[in-house]
T-cell receptor, first 112, second 110 residues
């Protein structure tokens, strides 16, 4: 069966520090992978999606970047975090050409 | 502007009562609509989508283009239906980009 792993669950980082959040999927091949952010009082916002290794689409200009070094690995990064990067980050995967179907547990990121 | 509105943050019903979670949308193209659910201590997951015309866990949702709505309904609510429900929409043919509502928390009381 398919599973998705996302870590860490919570993270507290100082402003200006780097970030790396990792997401891996098991039990499926060639998934579409997604990074979402949910800020307080706002809906889920799509940050990045990927349809294959090395293929990243960015939805909103921001301080973050994403990479997909392997088929089932999706990484969210930043070189220098801003206070506005605080939020809840969710990784998700879906079938080819389809909507996201399964989500990870999320990472609560707090920037101090 | 493209938008999904879930007017109720919280909906509380008694077990066995009918439940309707409202979702209205604003979209200029040809939309596809989805409902996602997150049960307590579980992950967010897809519940149903309008093109499938399916009933999942007793829930149904009909796309009403005239009223631009996609309300989620169940005739008899169960306690295990208590969860956070999110409505989302995408352009037909590009389901990767979803626009999400803020969610409605459903509480089914015994």
């Amino acid at each position: 069966s398919q599973t998705i792993h996302q870590w860490p669950a919570t993270l507290v980082q100082p402003v200006g520090s780097p970030l790396s959040l990792e997401c891996t999927v098991e039990g499926t091949s060639n998934p579409n992978l997604y990074w979402y952010r949910q800020a307080a009082g706002r809906g889920l916002q799509l940050l990045f999606y990927s349809v294959g290794i090395g293929q990243i689409s960015s939805e909103v200009p921001q301080n973050l970047s994403a990479s997909r070094p392997q088929d089932r690995q999706f990484i969210l990064s930043s070189k220098k975090l801003l206070l506005s990067d605080s939020g809840f980050y969710l990784c998700a995967w879906g079938g080819r050409g389809g909507q996201p179907q399964h989500f990870g547990d999320g990472t609560r990121l707090s920037i101090l | 502007a493209q938008r999904v509105t879930q007017p109720e943050k919280l909906l509380s019903v008694f077990k066995g009562a009918p439940v309707e979670l409202k979702c209205n949308y604003s979209y200029s193209g040809s939309p596809e609509l989805f409902w996602y659910v997150q049960y307590s201590r579980q992950r967010l997951q897809l519940l149903l989508r309008h093109i499938s015309r399916e009933s999942i866990k007793g829930f149904t949702a009909d796309l009403n283009k005239g009223e631009t709505s996609f309300h989620l309904k169940k005739p008899f609510a169960q306690e295990e239906d208590s969860a956070m429900y999110y409505c989302a929409l995408s352009n037909a043919g590009n389901n990767r980009k979803l626009i999400w509502g803020l969610g409605t928390s459903l509480a089914v009381n015994p």
